[in-house]
């Protein structure tokens, strides 16, 4: 076995639906857009992904993963990578999202070496560069797997079924594509997006009456 398989191998666990994340807890304000209303095909869905990794948070999220990669020796800046991922990531349940799911992230990787707590972008690309797998594997299989934990959101939602949820992560490809190289270059200046829709369901799931989710 090379180095480059042992790292494809760890990069797919990392990334796998099976990796316990607690991703299927989480729907990032999702299930407030389709119960309002915002979201109701399987084109808007594509549509609401495709703005969230190009202008929203996935796009934020690939940049911090991107700076952890390369500082993943250095645990002071990682923490203060950590500390700035919970200063850019609201409201409070998105917040909280990030760093149950560092946590669990970190709670799940003594098989293959322990790593500390943060973000859950910051210590996927922190725990990737330590494992041998490159910055641009890591993010690209990172934006993979949020592509495919909201697309599981959709379906738990009754949106859409599974084969139109895999038409929907089919058609996002070329937009993972982009998002993960235009973010090689991006500096710290750079985080922040422009997906207030967004962001207001984010903030209005908070005290959505009915929810199968907690963000």
């Known amino acids: 076995m090379t180095i ?17 994340t607690g991703g299927f807890a989480y729907s990032q304000g999702l ?3 389709v119960e309002s209303g915002a979201v ?6 594509t549509a609401w992904l495709a703005d969230t990794l190009t202008h929203g948070s996935a796009r934020t999220d690939a940049i911090l993963l991107r700076h952890a990669h390369r500082a993943h020796a250095d645990a002071s800046a990682v923490q203060n ?30 098989a293959w070496g322990a790593i500390g707590q943060g973000a859950y972008p910051v210590v996927f690309g922190a725990f990737a560069a330590a494992q041998g797998i490159t910055e641009d ?11 495919s934990a909201q697309i599981s ?16 992560l089919a058609a996002l490809e070329p937009t993972l594509i982009a998002t993960a190289a235009t973010t090689t270059t991006a500096t710290l200046d750079d985080l922040g997006g422009a997906c207030f829709l967004a962001d207001i369901a984010a903030m209005r799931h908070e005290t959505q009456y009915a929810r199968l989710f907690r963000s």
């Open 81 to 110: 990578l950590t500390d700035l991922a919970a200063a850019t990531t609201w409201p409070s349940e998105r917040q909280a999202e990030t760093l149950a799911q560092g946590a669990a992230f970190a709670a799940a990787t003594p």
């Open 153 to 168: 959101a959709a379906i738990r939602l009754s949106l859409c079924g599974q084969s139109a949820g895999l038409r929907v």
């Open 40 to 45: 109701t095909t399987p084109a808007a869905l």
């Open 137 to 147: 594997d890591a993010t690209l299989g990172y934006l993979a797997a949020w592509a």
């Open 4 to 20: 480059n398989s042992a790292a494809l191998l760890r990069l797919l666990a990392f990334a796998s639906p099976a990796f316990p």
């Open 31 to 33: 299930e407030w857009a």
